[in-house]
């Protein structure tokens, strides 16, 4: 599977970002799918994983109540809702695959990985 993030880009504190995760290839209905992120000097770290139908989702506490993942397997593309945004959230984000029945959230888990979006929150 190749995937293609989109939707990044400058928001001032507070605002919203919809991240867009474009598959192509298999099926995404096999895969586990998550977002990581990587702010500058930082490792990448887990933000948000979905589980291969959607029903089961795992987000890191930073985001809790902020972020939102969805997919829609039919379109081949994975969501990643992003509201209330801090400029702590600045960062390259990932998204990501992995063929898995389990929700993951280890990065060195995933297999396949998008190209990255970048995501700047101003204060």
């Known amino acids: 599977v190749q995937l293609q993030a989109s939707g990044g880009g400058l928001v001032q504190a507070g605002g919203s970002l919809r991240l867009s995760c474009a598959a192509s290839?298999?099926?995404?209905?096999?895969?586990?799918m998550g977002w990581f992120r990587q702010a500058p000097g930082k490792e990448r770290e887990f933000v948000v994983a979905i589980s291969r139908g959607g029903s089961r989702t795992s987000y890191a506490d930073s985001v809790k109540g902020r972020f939102t993942i969805s997919r829609d397997n039919a379109k081949m593309t994975v969501y990643l809702q992003m509201d209330s945004l801090k400029p702590e959230d600045t960062a390259v984000y990932y998204c990501?695959?992995?063929?898995?029945?389990?929700?993951?959230?280890?990065?060195?888990?995933?297999?396949?990985w998008g190209q990255g979006t970048l995501v700047t929150v101003s204060s």
């Open positions: 290839g298999r099926t995404i209905s096999y895969y586990n």
């Open positions: 990501a695959a992995v063929e898995s029945s389990w929700i993951v959230v280890d990065v060195r888990q995933y297999k396949y």
